[in-house]
T-cell receptor, first 115, second 114 residues
Framework: SQELEQSPQSLIVQEGKNLTINCTSS?????LYWYKQKYGEGLIFLMM?????EEKSHEKITAKLDEKKQQSSLHITASQPSHAGIYLC???????????????FGKGTKLSVKP | EPEVTQTPSHQVTQMGQEVILRCVPISNHLYFYWYRQILGQKVEFLVSFYNNEISEKSEIFDDQFSVERPDGSNFTLKIRSTKLEDSAMYFC????????????FGEGSRLTVL
């Protein structure tokens, strides 16, 4: 089974609509990270969540962490064409050792926003 | 704004050839990483590097791979004898101290092995 499951795999929304992307971990989370990737390009860091119940917002994007369920959601309000891309969740499954940059990534959710 | 730069952006090579991918991390960052993404698949961790040595590596990072920081700025990934399955986008990333998981990624180097 996958260590990080993202849903949905892809999403097409009308501009102005809200949407939610989910990420579920099969292992204990020591950090959950959301990144955005445009096709064929590098990943751009969006947000980091570390504590249960934590919620962070940046512009129209809000991410929440449910530590008990080992889940995170990413919510976009009033989507715009600039939100289009692939959203990846990444997780740390260890709280010690190493460089703490060894992230496991989900397969990503491809978001298209129709004008 | 400082960024991670990678060269080449695309390299085509014959199976069995050696390849070196280069990265210039952000100057005040101390932790460096290589990830790869095979077309249509997940981004996968290869190796992390700190204080001039490997701090972690994945199962993918076998004896055919090596990393080096030959000077104060470059961070390289070498594949000794490329295989067809090494074809992928290779991403370099770096991070400053104290921000675990907040990685700054380069645009990637696409490697095609024929």
């Amino acid at each position: 089974s996958q260590e990080l499951e993202q849903s949905p795999q892809s999403l097409i929304v009308q501009e102005g609509k809200n949407l939610t992307i989910n990420c579920t971990s099969s292992k204990t989370l020591y950090g959950l990270y959301w990144y955005k990737q445009k096709y064929g390009e590098g990943l751009i860091f969006l947000m980091m969540l570390q504590k249960g119940g934590e919620e962070k917002s940046h512009e129209k994007i809000t991410a929440k962490l449910d530590e008990k369920k080992q889940q995170s959601s990413l919510h976009i309000t009033a989507s715009q064409p600039s939100h289009a891309g692939i959203y990846l969740c990444g997780a740390r499954h260890r709280n010690y050792g190493g460089s703490q940059g060894n992230l496991i990534f989900g397969k990503g959710t491809k978001l298209s926003v129709k004008p | 704004e400082p960024e991670v730069t990678q060269t080449p952006s695309h390299q085509v090579t014959q199976m069995g050839q050696e390849v070196i991918l280069r990265c210039v991390p952000i100057s005040n960052h101390l932790y460096f990483y290589w990830y790869r993404q095979i077309l249509g698949q997940k981004v996968e961790f290869l190796v992390s590097f700190y204080n001039n040595e490997i701090s972690e590596k994945s199962e993918i990072f076998d004896d055919q791979f090596s990393v080096e920081r030959p000077d104060g700025s470059n961070f390289t990934l070498k594949i000794r004898s490329t295989k067809l399955e090494d074809s992928a986008m290779y991403f370099c990333a770096s991070r400053p101290p104290g921000l675990a998981g907040e990685l700054f990624f380069g645009e990637g180097s696409r490697l095609t092995v024929l």
